[in-house]
């Protein structure tokens, strides 16, 4: 039990910040992404044992968590709201730095799955298009698409929430 818990950590730490920003993204709307990421690694280690190829631990992990947040979203719960309270008077650089991550995460929730996933995967973890490919079992030609299409529509989000902010000023 004490030699499954080493090796189950000695494989995650490495893969931790990556795991971490990408439920951060994933997360956003549904979720609190710590939560999100202490219930998928409590699945991950029940079921590590199924786990064929170690180094995959970092795919293992996106599927246990998308399932997860899948079966969240199924279940209607309310929304977790990660808004920055509206009694801010200050608006300091680390405030307005969050500010801006977060429309960002809003943003990404409002694209189609595929997109959001790429654009995930590619900009915030870092995985190059061809990894991207394997693990979605995809042409990179479709991820390559997936990411131009992804980052058109989160530019007119973004551009639209701008707009709004400037009309209600």
Do not use: W
């Amino acid at each position: 039990m004490k030699e499954k818990k080493e090796i189950f950590m000695s494989l995650y730490e490495p893969v931790h910040e990556s795991f971490e920003r990408f439920c951060k993204a994933r997360a956003y709307g549904c979720m609190p992404f710590r939560d999100l990421m202490q219930e998928t690694l409590m699945v991950a280690y029940s079921k590590f044992d199924e786990l064929k190829e170690q180094d995959k631990i970092l795919y293992f992990l996106f599927g246990i968590a998308t399932r997860l947040l899948a079966n969240q979203r199924k279940k209607n719960s309310p929304v977790y709201q990660n808004e920055i309270s509206e009694s801010s008077y200050f608006l300091t650089p680390e405030v307005a730095r969050k500010a801006e991550v977060d429309h960002l995460y809003k943003a990404l929730s409002l694209l189609p799955a595929d997109q959001r996933d790429a654009l995930i995967y590619f900009e915030i973890v870092g995985f190059s298009v061809k990894e991207i490919a394997v693990f979605q079992k995809k042409s990179e030609v479709a991820v390559r698409q997936q990411l131009s299409r992804g980052r058109q529509k989160l530019l007119e989000l973004l551009q639209e929430k701008n707009e709004l902010k400037n009309i209600m000023i």
